[in-house]
Every structure is written in C-alpha cells, then in structure tokens.
C-alpha cells in the first residue's frame, strides 16, 4: 500500500515543480511588451528581420539593413524539399529611392493629381470672382441714387 500511495503523490509533484519553474523562468524573461521593443529597439547590427505574410496562403521574411539601405524578401516554403525552403524573391537598395520627390506606377500619376487640383483651384476662383461681381452690382444699384427717390 505504500508504494501506491507514494505514486498518487508523484504525478503532482512534477507538476508543482514545473510550474514553478517556469513561473521563475518566466519572471527572468521579462513580459511580452519587453520582447517587442527589445526586438524593435535591437538594431546595433542594422539589420532587422520582419515575418511578412506574402499571400494568403504563404509567408516569409522582410531583412532590412538600415546601415546599407538594402532590403530582400525571402519566402519560406515548408511543404517543399529541404533544399528550396527558404527563396528569395526580391533585393533592392533604397539608397536613392529616398532622393525621389515624385514617383507613382499606378493612375493616377503626381502630375495628374497636380493638374486636377490646380484646375478645382481655378473654377473656386472664377466662382468667387463671380459671386463678387454678382454682390457689387447688387450693392452698386441700391447705392446709387434714383431720380424717383431724389424729387428728380
């Protein structure tokens, strides 16, 4: 009968001692929020690595260098052979991208935007300008004086 009772006892032993153990790991981990500015803060390499979701269906990684101003996406194939896992999909440098003022590849381009507000801007000032010659002849002919009501 001992050694049953010293069995029953045994299971939640293990159990206690686990969760105190991770509740002490835990606590040297520091909260969630900690890891997310320790990974965002953490740029002494100048290389940051980002997960993207790439479609709907597939994901991958963002690798940002911030020192060489390059960038590479690589996605990530879990399904493939062990050889193609992991593919690289695109690099580019964004060294002079940032020098760029105006660049667009879908309608509508800048120039447009800038041609259809400058043409809004000129209708709202032929409007006003209409309205205030409408309000000057109005306030024009009330002011002027009538030979009716001068006994003219």
Known sequence: MKSGTQRRWLL??????GVLCLF????????????QARLQTGTESGILVIPVQIGRDS???????TVGQTLWL???????????????LAARSWQYDRLL???NTAEPKPEQVKMMLENLGQMQKEQNKKKQR????NILEMAEPNSRHFGG
């Open 101 to 103: 003022q105006q660049y």
């Open 134 to 137: 409408d309000s000057d002849i």
């Open 59 to 65: 994901y991958g990684l963002a690798m940002v260098d």
């Open 74 to 88: 690589y996605e990530l194939n879990s399904r493939g052979p062990a050889h193609s896992r992991l593919k690289l």
């Open 24 to 35: 002490f790991i835990g606590g040297k981990l520091g909260s969630p929020e900690d890891a």
């Open 12 to 17: 939640p032993a293990f159990v206690v001692l």
